[in-house]
């Protein structure tokens, strides 16, 4: 007997085996038998060598469960894997897990809907854990498939779809949170996973659920769009700075082989969450990756539909706004160029189809709000360089007429635009800082444009980077109110010393350029009260006292410039009307009683004797040339002079008002006429103009030469040279000191104008003096032919004034 007890012993089964199969209770809907599992947990935990066995025994039980379809025992089996999975953290628990994945394997191939579910909710659970010990060899490659099936259920009942949906969409999320943090696992990242996971998760948020959803409104978490965006968002906040394109690729395919931009809501949503999620993450740097794919894709779309193309830059100004300050990234002017690249092949893309040229025409416009949008992150001195930037994308003026002002005027348009809405992004502070040479010369000479429309968005860019205190709604009309300040509400300020230094040095282009837009015959109403404005934004933000005098000589100019014009009536109307205009805000804003009394005197007067010289009639837009009779407006010989504002007038008040008013008799240095020849030279002309002083010490050194101030030239003898020794040395020395100081003095006081004004003066003269001399020297020779009498001397050519010292 003893030795067959000893045989019945070995026969006995191992006692994890008895352990596990007295966890099953006789009826399954009871569950786990709770205090043998507590038996089995302690077991596995003191002798972890043990787990993998356990792992496996119950791997059998499971799929004989399966088999006979005992799902209840199933269940039982599940709960007993996941409780054991959470308490035991042994270094062979390993070996336990490859079992519990082949138990989530073999129920998700199952048919039935609760075992699938089951085998997600244990997947869950296991993916939550951290384990100790890396795994080499696991793969789950059959679980991102599996799940992304789930995620795309087509079941006939609503209530299950919805269940196996939102399970496979929790699969996938477990997926990624248990590979992303493991640098040995299998790279999710890789497109073969991404491009299932991805559109899954899309699939499902692209439902009337996910895009009525409403911050108001109570949501259902256990919907599949609201599971699909939750787990969308924690993909995207998980993904590291090299792995966000692998997100986004999958992504824009969706968006394309689905056809969701147009229209493009859902595309916006998307991209909403996208840009959401990288930012609360603080990967704001992240946020121009993004931008940049946006931008690639739109390349791809290049000869797409203009809707899709518009769609797509909708979504990116979506994007920027959300962005903000990390939109650009480091690549600040490829964006733009990029941008406006796509600007140009819209506008070159003259279709005749209305339908789609008005598809071009909102895709232009969503192109020039990104721009701004995309100038609004970006600082001050940079907002600069961009609106240099665009307006290097103008043609160089005077190249061939190809090139040149015969340039489509609808892309010209669409260009001032854009540099209007970056203009709009400026904050000016200091005029010179807004308006560097680079910048301020090209803008002025894209002003006189034979398009008025052009000119009036090139007043705009002035209005919008000249007006500090919003003043310009309320000078967009012409009129003449008694108290310009509290009728029209007027914010004045003390003009900087640094802004009337650059009124001094640049006023001249400000001035010349507003008189030549103001005799263009193709002006319209709209043009002269944009110039208004841009007249008075100047008094205004730089009108000081120094500059006083200048201000009211350009409204001198511009009536003369009215009588000698051979411009239409109404024009000529316009003109004076916006002189009156001008020189009350400029009289009322400087506290100039006696100027704003003579005007309050010369107004009444029109008003009794030539209404057609004030706003209210001028800017009557029902007025034509053929309504303006001869009774209304007399011609040039009609023109009476006590309508007029009158110089002597004028100076005699400022005078009167503690100013300077010599210079209000000398007319604004003039300007040759606008041809493009010319404008190409005007930064030029204004760099030479500072150095003018140079110019007129040369002049008059040459002017008290003896050889410019003789005709004939003077045989020196031994006599004149007695006579030159002979002369007092300390009496030449003190008249060319005070020579000297009186070139110092006028250098230091006249205003820039004067001292322009006798340089030219001076070059004539120089001119006249060595035309003479040259001409004395010049050997007469009588066997001359008729072609080379008739040919021009070289001293007679016209040089450049950059090359006349």
Not at 695 to 709: T, V
Request: proline share 5%; charged share 25%; with cysteine.
């Amino acid at each position: 007997m003893p030795g067959c007890c000893g045989c019945w012993e070995v026969l006995r089964p191992p006692r994890y085996k008895h352990l596990v199969d007295s966890i099953f209770p006789a009826n399954p809907q009871d569950g786990l038998v709770k205090n043998n599992m507590d038996k089995l947990t302690f077991y596995a935990m003191t002798t972890s060598e043990k787990l993998d066995r356990i792992g496996m025994y119950l791997e059998q039980r499971l799929s004989r469960d399966i088999s006979r379809h005992r799902i209840g025992f199933v269940f039982v089996a599940m709960d007993a894997l996941d409780q054991l999975l959470v308490a035991c953290h042994a270094h062979s628990l390993n070996l336990f897990v490859e079992s519990f994945l082949k138990m989530v394997q073999k129920l998700l191939e199952c048919d039935e809907p609760e075992l699938q579910i089951l085998a997600t909710q244990s997947f869950i659970k296991f993916a939550n854990i951290e384990e100790d010990t890396p795994s080499y060899h696991r793969r789950y490659d059959f679980f991102v498939s599996k799940f992304s099936v789930m995620s795309h259920s087509g079941n006939r009942n609503e209530n299950v779809k919805s269940k196996i949906r939102g399970a496979g969409l929790l699969g996938l999320q477990g997926v990624v949170r248990k590979t992303v943090s493991d640098d040995l696992q299998v790279n999710i990242w890789d497109p073969v996973h991404m491009d299932k996971i991805v559109p899954s998760l899309l699939y499902n948020m692209h439902t009337p659920e996910f895009m009525s959803v409403n911050l108001e409104s109570p949501r259902d978490e256990e919907h599949p769009a609201y599971i699909a965006e939750m787990v969308f968002r924690d993909l995207v906040c998980r993904a590291s700075y090299g792995n966000v394109k692998s997100v986004l690729q999958p992504v824009l395919c969706h968006i394309d082989n689905h056809r969701l931009w147009v229209p493009n809501e859902f595309a916006v949503k998307c991209f909403k969450v996208i840009m959401y999620s990288v930012q609360i993450q603080r990967k704001q740097q992240y946020g121009y990756l993004v931008i940049q794919m946006l931008m690639s894709h739109l390349d791809t779309h290049t000869n797409s539909d203009p809707g899709i193309k518009a769609s797509i830059i909708e979504v990116l100004y979506e994007s920027v706004l959300i962005s903000a300050g990390g939109s650009i990234g480091p690549s600040v002017l490829d964006v733009f160029n990029t941008l406006l690249r796509h600007l140009k092949i819209s506008v070159d893309n003259k279709s005749s189809d209305s339908e789609k040229r008005n598809m071009e025409k909102k895709f232009e416009e969503a192109i020039i709000n990104t721009i701004g949008e995309f100038a609004n992150n970006l600082p001050d001195y940079q907002k600069i360089e961009i609106m240099m930037f665009i307006m290097g994308k103008f043609p160089q003026f005077g190249e061939n007429e190809e090139m040149g002002f015969n340039m489509d005027n609808y892309l010209q348009t669409m260009l001032l635009k854009t540099l209007l809405k970056v203009a709009t992004k400026y904050k000016t502070v200091i005029m010179n800082n807004a308006f560097p040479p680079e910048f301020l010369h090209p803008l002025l000479r894209i002003s006189i444009l034979e398009d008025p429309g052009l000119r009036v968005v090139v007043q705009e860019i002035l209005h919008t980077l000249l007006d500090r205190h919003e003043n310009t709604n309320k000078l967009k009309t012409v009129t003449i109110p008694k108290d310009v300040v509290s009728q029209l509400d007027l914010t004045i300020d003390k003009v900087p010393r640094q802004d009337s230094l650059f009124m001094k040095k640049n006023g001249i282009q400000f001035y010349w350029h507003i008189k030549e837009n103001l005799q263009m015959d193709t002006n319209k109403a709209r043009n002269f009260e944009a110039l208004y404005c841009t007249m008075c934004l100047i008094s205004i933000e730089m009108g000081g006292d120094d500059i006083l005098v200048e201000l009211i000589r350009l409204a001198l100019d511009i009536q003369q410039m009215a009588l000698d014009s051979k411009l239409p009536s109404t024009h000529q109307c316009c003109n004076h009307a916006i002189v009156a205009a001008y020189l009350n805000v400029v009289a009322q804003i400087n506290n100039l009683s006696p100027l704003v009394q003579y005007l309050s005197d010369l107004l009444e007067l029109r008003r009794k004797e030539a209404s057609h010289l004030l706003p209210e009639f001028a800017f009557n837009r029902a007025n034509r040339p053929s309504s303006v009779k001869d009774d209304d407006y007399p011609t040039e010989n009609k023109m009476e002079e006590r309508w007029l504002f009158d110089q002597t007038t004028l100076q005699e008040i400022l005078t009167d008002c503690g100013h300077d008013a010599s210079r209000l008799s000398a007319p604004l240095a003039q300007r040759p006429h606008s041809t493009m020849g010319t404008m190409l030279h005007d930064s030029a002309v204004a760099s030479s103009m500072s150095d003018i002083g140079s110019i007129n010490i040369e002049l008059d050194s040459m002017e008290s030469s003896p050889l410019l101030s003789r005709k004939k030239v003077e045989e020196i003898t031994v006599e004149s040279l007695k006579k030159m020794l002979a002369e007092d040395q300390s009496q030449k020395r003190e008249e060319e000191a005070k020579k000297r100081q009186e070139i110092f003095d006028t250098f230091q006081n006249a205003p820039f104008e004067e001292i322009l004004a006798r340089a030219e003066a001076k070059s004539n003269c120089f001119h006249d003096k060595l035309y003479e001399i040259l001409e004395t020297t010049s050997p007469e020779s009588p066997n001359h032919s008729e072609e080379s009498l008739n040919a021009v001397p070289v001293f007679e050519m016209q040089f450049p004034s950059l090359y006349v010292y």
